[in-house]
């Protein structure tokens, strides 16, 4: 590897670069190599074997606080997390379930029986679990969730029922298969009252692995991808488990049928719950952001040495990445890959700051939270397209599961789905930007939300508490106009990007308000949406490029620093590419300035071409983990 | 169904509209339906099984000429090919591959006497046969592919030969498994002079299914989809084969080793060569977009029944299709879908009168060629991003195998690869409208073809012989200029899509030309490279509007057609939205113009939302044919 290769890749690695550096070592094992050829039998038994090989290595650690045996760093499971995708897919989401939802409810919604009981069973694999969230009815809109838990005084125990088809818990990872315990999201009813979506643990399979009485399991049967992960179903019919099964960090069932919770409402409650499982989110982002960074990985080095037509008569055929083509294709994609990175390592250390006691500001979870989902979003189609544009580039090689790009695709392409679909997420962050974190708004509907809307401000002030010292100066010093100024200067850019989203956030305000004025509420809020759906878009990527810019400063090495310089600036000008119609509609941008972008990604790409390899190798993935046959295959490749 | 989707469904269907209605008898049978469950050697006797099942509705007889033993019904042929793709993509391109590639191989480059021996066996698969073409190290750049056919007079045979290790052969379907004999593309040696690529006959299975002497098959694995399709490789060591195995239509090697063509120039030849086996284009093209259809169909009838969040307080949840996002998902896409439909017809119509020797004029050939690269990128590239997006629409559920959406798509990926890469066959469109077909350029190197810009006119015109006289009344009745039109008229709309290619075109030219003045001649091309296949995708547009319109005009049910009407402002306004800046900046639309172009999507997919299931109707998926379980499955839904 060259040295600049080397310092890239340190930046990249962020916080936890020791932890990456570990995985880098025993990650390539044979073992932890996915194989997409398996049937759904033999691919669900190997990602179990991988899981007990994983927990030799004393992975699943550092996600438990040290109470429960674990390490409690926070950090470093994400980090672990994420390099496992450089692996295989199957056995990433797997250990996600087990250890990070299924182990992650019961650490931050139990208590200490819970800890004491389970933690260390499902550190070891002992205890296998699953997250029993979703149902057939209700994906996206959780607070719905019809499965119940009736509290019976009479015998101190929760009686669990799935009262209509759609209540059915639905495409729960384990749940087919391997696990024997769930933790289970109900509304919990008690004294005739209902409190809202709570968890608990339920047994759903018996010492023979059948069902118990009253759960009956099924299958999702064949998907996609991740073949190794046994998505399931369950039912739930008059169900008793002791009223200590209910996970009680945030509410409590008296024996008597007594319900007690030191968080008012309903809603506060819910939303409490789903923040403190915040991780998932961050991880699944991470997770697909560093699937993308293995196929960029491929299909680089592929197009290095793939060649294909004749420049001249007797020269020897250009290599793929030659073309200019081929260069838009994949380099901007690595330069997003590059700020999603950096974006990502800001955004774990921000939740490890949180959730090992070291920030406490009030507003930071919630900052916190709208700040992953918007991550999640801005990562998971990031590696969809980056997935689908690296197979496309390598041609029919690229289709054949031995070079691995289509197992990737196939593997990530849930990753916009699952942990909340990126649409509703987008709208979440918009939410939030909207209503400046209003509390109340975060179960509204469409209604509410319009007469909230009312009472808006009219001007939103973007939140700016993201922003560190560095940003803000480089702001300050911008004193140039945008439309003069120098589209390669920092704070330009910034400026740019942070204008958009400070327009679009204000005039989608002064929509809603208007909207407000009049009848129908739902069509006034409909009417907006790819409004708000832009404006928390336009927040992502600020964010995005924010951590760009504070990471590069943090590069010693002169070269690297350099590099990382252009790959930023080939970011931002493909972002403002793909939005030139918006820019210059809303007179933020001249045409003059709008033809100079399409010529400055042609001129970054030039640029950029001759370090197309340190770039790759600055990524991050090892070679030993690419496992692409066709890297390494005279066949594909021209005779000398 | 509606009788106004009746009548959509009707003008969709086309002139082979009989065809495509038999074809909707059969093949919802259960053989036809796809399995993905299947693992690869499961899925492969499946297909040989469902081959079989095809042959006996009489499905392959179309694509032969009567003397041959079949109907001589080309259009028909293509026409049922799209079909094969509602059923099962493995299929598909296993039938492709038999009676398309090898089948047309053998009618199109052979003579009588290969006729008489192969096509009736072929038909009725008594003989299995793949097309051997693409070589593990030339795919694109097929003029140089490495394999050779020597001329032995003493024996008169040829001898096969792979001299290097990127002459393999790969990717051949057929050749893995199931293939008996291979048309296999040689350069082809005669008295110790090359004359370039030609087409040669060879048995790769023995009696007992071994590699005969000197030929070694080898099995490409597992792929991203398609895994009833047995891809593999082939070498070739001194392999032996008779004389008459050369397909000597277009060239004759004489006993004594003598070589004799017709046509004059080898590039000619080989130029002819490919432009007998334009079909195969057009067929991939065609069943790409028949793919989207049903991914379309799926998930927009799954949109009208998922419900998710409710508007208000004690109201039913909407149901996905009443969110402006998701109509933005999908609508959009349907219309491009109808777009892409008329355009299909209108091309295999082409196809139907050259190849029936109904239109004679020399132009028309090639005229086709470049309109049939052209909608399969269009095609090709519409299907990945269709069935992508129909997806992620339906969230969890669309990831499960039951739903059919991951199996359609990993299927199809490989189609915006095989029969031509989308980016090469971009750049071939582009070349083709830029020299105005010269002959000279076909197969031109990038220095080459800057010494040709050198010479061009500085003034392309742009070509308009596809323009039939209601596009050319409508054209001339454009009196007002396109700035103060309105854009939901035909007229502006054409000329914005017609300025806009003529536009390009013109200053490609001149790039090109000044390039051609300075040193480097490929630099000069590649700096020029977006520019040029932006101008090949924007004359595409162009076509594809023009059948659009033109389609419209047949439709007699003033409902349907009012609705295909407001389907064309759709599929303009997104086109229009996706290249504003372009238009913009170019002067061809004011901002207040291009604003208005983002509400008019809004408004035009509003005024669609109600028609929603008869535009599915009338894209003409059979609902037996979906097989989507979720369609059918109340858990999914809200319980009532």
């Not at 960090?249 to 409402?265: K, L, N, P, Q």
């Not at 409004?531 to 943090?554: M, N, P, W």
Request: charged share 25%.
């Amino acid at each position: 590897m060259t040295s600049t290769g080397q310092y890239l890749r340190e930046a990249l690695d962020g916080p936890w670069k020791e932890v990456r550096e570990q995985c880098r070592e025993y990650l390539p094992a044979d073992i932890f190599a996915s194989d997409p050829t398996l049937d759904t039998k033999a691919a669900r038994a190997r990602a179990l074997e991988q899981m007990h090989a994983l927990v030799e290595t004393g992975y699943a650690e550092s996600g438990f606080r040290q109470e429960n045996g674990g390490t409690g760093d926070v950090g470093a499971a994400v980090a672990g997390f994420e390099m496992l995708a450089y692996a295989d897919l199957s056995l990433t989401v797997k250990a996600g379930v087990q250890w990070g939802l299924f182990g992650g409810a019961v650490e931050n919604l139990g208590t200490k029986r819970h800890h004491d009981k389970y933690i260390r069973p499902l550190i070891n694999l002992d205890l296998l679990g699953c997250f029993a969230m979703t149902e057939s009815g209700h994906g996206s809109d959780v607070q719905q969730l019809e499965t119940t838990a009736t509290y019976d005084p009479g015998t101190q125990e929760f009686v669990i029922n799935s009262p209509t088809p759609s209540s059915r818990k639905d495409y729960i990872g384990g749940a087919a298969e391997h696990a024997t315990i769930a933790a289970v999201f109900a509304q919990l009813i008690t004294e005739g009252e209902s409190h809202g979506v709570h968890c608990v643990v339920i047994p759903i399979r018996d010492e023979n692995g059948g069902d118990p009485p009253g759960v009956t399991t099924s299958d999702c049967g064949h998907k996609g991808g991740l073949g190794g992960v046994d998505n399931g179903r369950i039912m739930f019919d008059n169900v008793r488990i002791p009223r200590e099964n209910l996970l009680n960090r945030y509410a409590e069932v008296e024996e008597d049928g007594t319900y007690r919770s030191e968080i008012e409402t309903d809603s506060r409650r819910f939303f409490t719950t789903l923040g403190t499982l915040v991780r998932g989110r961050i991880s699944v982002g991470g997770a697909a952001a560093a699937a993308a960074r293995v196929a960029l990985s491929i299909a680089t080095r592929y197009a290095l040495k793939r060649r294909q037509f004749r420049p001249a008569k007797d020269e020897p055929e250009n290599v793929l990445l030659d073309y200019l083509a081929h260069q838009r294709r994949l380099l901007p994609l690595i330069a997003k890959s590059y700020a999603l990175g950096f974006a990502q390592n800001d955004l774990v250390r921000k939740m490890h700051l949180i959730q090992t006691g070291q920030n406490t500001d009030p507003e930071a979870q919630r900052a916190l939270e709208k700040r992953a989902a918007g991550l999640k979003v801005a990562q998971t189609w990031h590696a969809t397209r980056a997935i689908q544009e690296s197979r496309e580039a390598c041609g029919g090689a690229g289709y054949l599961s031995e070079n691995r790009l289509v197992t990737l695709k196939a593997d990530t392409d849930v990753f916009t789905t699952f942990e909340g679909d990126n649409t509703v997420l987008t709208q979440l962050v918009a939410k939030e930007l909207l209503t400046s974190y209003a509390d109340e708004v975060r179960d509204y509907d469409a209604t509410d939300w319009i007469r909230f809307a009312a009472t808006m401000a009219g001007d939103v002030v973007r939140e700016r508490s993201g922003v560190r010292q560095m940003i803000q100066t480089l702001f300050d010093r911008g004193d140039e106009s945008v439309e003069e100024g120098d589209l390669s200067k920092r704070a330009v850019q910034l400026q740019l990007f942070a204008d958009r989203e400070d327009y679009l956030v204000r005039t989608a305000v002064q929509r809603l308000r208007n909207g407000a004025k009049n009848g129908d509420a739902f069509k006034a809020f409909n009417n907006a949406q790819d409004h708000i759906l832009k404006a928390g878009a336009s927040h992502i990527d600020r964010l995005i490029l924010e951590e760009f810019i504070d990471a590069i400063e943090l590069i010693q090495d002169e070269e690297a620093r350099k590099i990382a310089e252009t790959l930023c600036d080939l970011y931002v000008f493909t972002e403002l590419e793909a939005d030139r119609d918006w820019f210059i509609m809303h007179r933020f941008m001249s045409v003059e300035r709008a033809k100079a972008v399409r010529r400055g990604v042609n001129e970054l790409c030039e640029a950029l071409r001759p370090h197309a390899l340190t770039l790759v190798e600055g990524l991050g993935v090892p070679e030993s983990m690419l496992r692409a046959s066709m890297l390494n295959d005279a066949n594909v490749y021209e005779r000398e």
